[in-house]
DNA sequence: AGCTGCATGTAACCTGTTACATGATTAT
DNA sequence: ATAATCATGTAACAGGTTACATGCAGCT
């Protein structure tokens, strides 16, 4: 089994969903296309780690609501105490970054304002969803506060995260104002510069 | 061409470099293996792209090293313009996070320690690899300051991230600590929290 | 004698994306 | 009208990893 079926099983153990609403539900944990996921449940519904109801809706259409199965929950456990692999991380923005920061001043600015931006749409967007999140949990018994806290641990990460690229850009934006009145004189190549 | 591409012509714009120089280089930009690079080169030398010649060595095998062509450096000024893709990130250690944190305190603990170990590790090999440019900055001339400055940027937009990574990480190990001896009596879902 | 580093390449496989396909309901 | 949301699926393709294959030099 692939990484993303282990990420639709720590998913189901929380609650059981359709395909479709894992979709939404991995963006955090391992974002993935519909496309992807489908083929996937139904494999490992075969292989009895997951089982799946029918569910019919009024005013939509109805759905497959897969849950995990107890062998599924064996097959997580023993994964997750392995160690983790690293972290794939594949990012245009670094690159063009490398390209053009210091023989297009222009673009350059461009790109980092524009990264800026970016990273505070995805920064307010995600403190609404926490915002959600607590309403919803005002509603609910202790019980499930546990179920949602991780995601709310994720969220929080991932904001810190952006939080912390967006000063970096400022920090990159101020040099390449420098770089334009100092003539550039030999940075001194040290940390403690920021 | 693909991203890999253009990460090749943006290393090969700052100097010339053999397939197995490529792959320490890219590291940072767009990490790829070998199996994929050596392809790709030989593709897009006969597009015209790039060039190489054959450098014979001493004590060591000859190897070919790639330069940028004009239209390869055209190719690449036109990508650099258009705005970026979002960034691809796949972390299984948030699967486990997610998976453990709170049904199993132990590993959740564990899981947690190592990725701080991990962490803390990159940052100072990381740093060791600065003062390791700096020096060779120091023998440089001022010419070839700004060639190796992109490498510096985006080292320390790296560590300036894994740190702050760290520091979540003892936050979340806090949260493990306060679960245990608070019987976890609804958290408020405050980012202010933290 | 065996491991690490330098150096290049191919083949098989797995993973992930884009596009094709369908269809009902609700909001603009 | 027409776009968006809910809902599921397949097929073709692109991107990336693992494994296979070779060979020399230098170190332990």
Not at 22 to 43: G, N
Not at 84 to 91: A, G
Not at 168 to 176: E, G, K, M, T
Request: aromatic share 10%.
């Amino acid at each position: 089994m692939n990484t993303l079926g282990y990420a639709i099983l720590s998913a189901l153990d929380r609650k059981p969903c359709s395909g479709y609403q894992l979709v939404d539900y991995l963006e955090v944990l391992w974002p993935a296309k519909h496309s992807q996921i489908y083929p996937l449940l139904t494999k490992m519904e075969q292989k009895g780690l997951l089982v799946y109801k029918y569910v019919e809706q009024i005013g939509r259409p109805g759905k497959k609501v897969f849950s995990i199965t107890d062998t599924g929950k064996e097959t997580l456990d023993k994964w997750v105490v392995e160690s983790p692999t690293d972290p794939i991380i594949r990012d245009e923005f670094l690159i063009k970054m490398y390209s053009v920061w210091l023989t297009d001043e222009d673009n350059a600015k461009k790109l980092v304002q524009d990264r800026i931006s970016i990273l505070e749409q995805k920064v307010t967007s995600r403190e609404k969803k926490i915002v959600k999140m607590e309403k919803e949990q005002e509603s609910k018994g202790l019980d499930n506060v546990s179920k949602d806290f991780g995601r709310y641990i994720l969220y929080s990460r991932r904001n810190l995260l952006d939080k912390e690229e967006i000063s970096w850009c400022n920090w990159v934006l101020n040099l390449v104002k420098k770089k334009t009145s100092e003539t550039f004189d030999r940075p001194s190549f040290h940390l403690s510069e920021k």
